[in-house]
């Protein structure tokens, strides 16, 4: 798979550390567990969502785009690192923030997350839970083309085929890195929700030939829903690599038994 053949703008400190917790594997008693360290991404405190990132901003440079624009919940993670990436390459970035958590306290709306935006220099934008995101980024980004500038959208979690890119090139790290560590890896387990991870992290694994199981962990839809979305966007995401049927609908699989009352 040849990921050098799409725009990226290096974002990340990569490759993340694949680190064996030996304590956490005793108190549980069962499997030897390694985390793959990707909340040591390095921007703005890290996390998954930049690896997707440096796909999503090389797509909007190659472009021409001065103004990103992205959505997510009030303390988005993905929200800070787009913010963060945008403040980093000197672009605008128009966030829309979704209130999905009911009774917020003010340090809630106001801190964390939101703080480090406002110190990015996102301008934010607040909309109810159900809002309709893909007429909402539409609207804003007329808006912006109106005052002569050249938006880019990029969906919640970067979650689409350009940001999946991401995780293929992750799915490779890690196999390396087994490799590397003389490791024979069971099983993957993730989260999974707005899909890009997952879905890019079966390309990425299917696409080196490993049939290593990927378990995703959900957050906030029904098994059956989300599995169908993650298998819609890796199909996506393995077309735009020119790797088609290299995942099949049984290679998807989440366990949705630990979602919450609301998102957050």
């Known amino acids: 798979?040849?990921?050098?053949?799409?725009?990226r703008v290096p974002l990340a400190h990569l490759p993340t550390p694949l680190e064996f917790m030996p304590r956490l594997s005793e108190a549980l008693g069962g499997p030897k567990i390694y985390v793959k360290r990707d909340d040591c991404t390095g921007l703005a405190t890290g996390g998954n969502k930049?690896?997707?990132?440096?796909?999503?901003?090389?797509?909007?440079?190659?472009q021409g785009a001065d103004t990103i624009i992205t959505v997510g919940a009030v303390q988005s993670n993905h929200v800070r690192q787009t913010a963060a990436a945008a403040c980093k390459l000197g672009l605008k970035c128009e966030v829309l923030l979704e209130h999905r958590v009911e009774h917020p306290t003010v340090l809630y709306r106001t801190s964390g997350n939101v703080l480090l935006d406002r110190i990015f220099g996102a301008n934010l934008r607040e909309y109810a839970a159900g809002t309709d995101f893909d007429a909402a980024m539409a609207?804003?980004?007329?808006?912006?083309?109106?005052?002569?500038?050249?938006?880019?959208?990029?969906?919640?979690?970067?979650?689409?085929?350009?940001?999946?890119?991401?995780?293929?090139?992750?799915?490779?790290?890690?196999?390396?890195?087994?490799?590397?560590?003389s490791l024979k890896v069971d099983h993957i387990v993730t989260a999974t929700g707005s899909a890009g991870t997952h879905g890019?992290?079966?390309?990425?694994?299917?696409?080196?030939?490993?049939?290593?199981?990927?378990?995703?962990?959900?957050?906030?839809?029904?098994?059956?829903?989300?599995?169908?979305k993650?298998?819609?966007?890796?199909?996506?995401?393995?077309?735009?690599?020119?790797?088609?049927?290299?995942?099949?609908?049984d290679d998807?699989?989440?366990?949705c038994d630990y979602i919450g009352a609301g998102y957050g």
């Open 1 to 7: 798979m040849q990921l050098t053949d799409f725009p």
């Open 200 to 228: 890019g992290l079966a390309v990425g694994i299917r696409g080196a030939g490993s049939n290593l199981p990927i378990l995703g962990i959900g957050v906030n839809a029904p098994q059956d829903v989300q599995e169908d």
């Open 50 to 62: 930049t690896r997707k990132l440096e796909y999503s901003m090389g797509d909007a440079l190659k």
């Open 230 to 249: 993650v298998y819609k966007l890796a199909c996506e995401t393995a077309d735009l690599i020119g790797k088609q049927d290299i995942v099949s609908r």
């Open 139 to 181: 609207a804003v980004a007329e808006e912006v083309e109106a005052a002569g500038g050249k938006p880019y959208i990029i969906p919640g979690g970067a979650s689409n085929p350009v940001g999946a890119l991401g995780y293929v090139g992750c799915g490779l790290e890690l196999l390396v890195q087994c490799e590397q560590q």
């Open 252 to 255: 998807i699989v989440a366990d």
